[in-house]
């Protein structure tokens, strides 16, 4: 059965520091993947996807993500976190055409 | 619209009541998803419309889930005899072709059941 783990169900950083936020997933195929940002009270804001070529993607501000098949993931980075970016974070993969599965969600908190 | 709107925002139902939630897709969107987002939890996908057919309802937990979108834009989810296990945000999202990796979610509809 296809599924996402996020193995981090809440990470604290300072700011200014790099974060790594994990995803592993299952699928049978060739993957879609996504992360998406959900603010409170905000809907989900698609911060980055891969589809195929370049495994390294580049998103909105400032995030990018790998995707690694021979280990099933597709992290998270980011080289400086800003205190904005304190929000939950969605892992998710593509089933087919018309749904996406997501992951449970890592919560990051900013330290000033 | 500018984005996918819904309303209510927030809605507090007794047990055994019954709620019917709004979704508005951005014009000219094709398809419209449901999603059940728990508390703590990712969303978890309710049902999916390509204009006014629902071709995929399998994630929808109990024949007292019901959604329509009878003219193939506005979309309505109804919970018929709401239960505490219902309460959850409720997240609608659009999509101009039916792709599930292009799609535009709305703020949600915050469901709490007493």
């Known amino acids: 059965a296809q599924s996402v783990t996020q193995p981090d169900i809440h990470i604290t950083v300072s700011e200014g520091a790099s974060l790594e936020l994990r995803c592993n997933y299952s699928?049978?195929?060739?993957?879609?993947l996504f992360w998406y940002v959900q603010s409170p009270g905000q809907g989900l804001q698609l911060l980055l996807k891969?589809?195929?070529?370049?495994?390294l993607v580049q998103g909105i501000k400032g995030f990018e993500a790998e995707f690694k098949r021979s280990q099933s993931s597709f992290n998270l980075r980011k080289p400086s976190v800003h205190w904005s970016d304190a929000a939950e974070y969605f892992c998710a993969v593509g089933v087919g055409y018309d749904k996406v599965i997501f992951g449970p969600g890592t919560s990051l908190s900013v330290i000033p | 619209g500018a984005g996918v709107s819904q309303s209510p925002r927030y809605k507090v139902a007794k047990r055994g009541q019954d709620v019917a939630l709004r979704c508005d897709p951005i014009s000219g969107h094709v398809s419209l998803f449901w999603y059940q987002q728990a508390l703590g939890q990712g969303p978890e996908f309710l049902t999916y419309?390509?204009?006014?057919?629902?071709?995929?309802k399998s994630g929808l937990p109990s024949d007292r889930f019901f959604a329509e979108r009878p003219e193939g834009s506005v979309s309505t989810l109804k919970i018929q005899r709401t239960q505490q296990e219902d309460s959850a945000v409720y997240l609608c999202a659009s999509s101009l072709d039916g792709f599930a990796g292009d799609i535009y979610f709305g703020p949600g509809t915050r469901l709490t059941v007493t």
């Open positions: 419309f390509q204009n006014e057919a629902q071709l995929d």
């Open positions: 891969y589809f195929s070529g370049d495994t």
């Open positions: 699928y049978g195929a060739t993957p879609y």
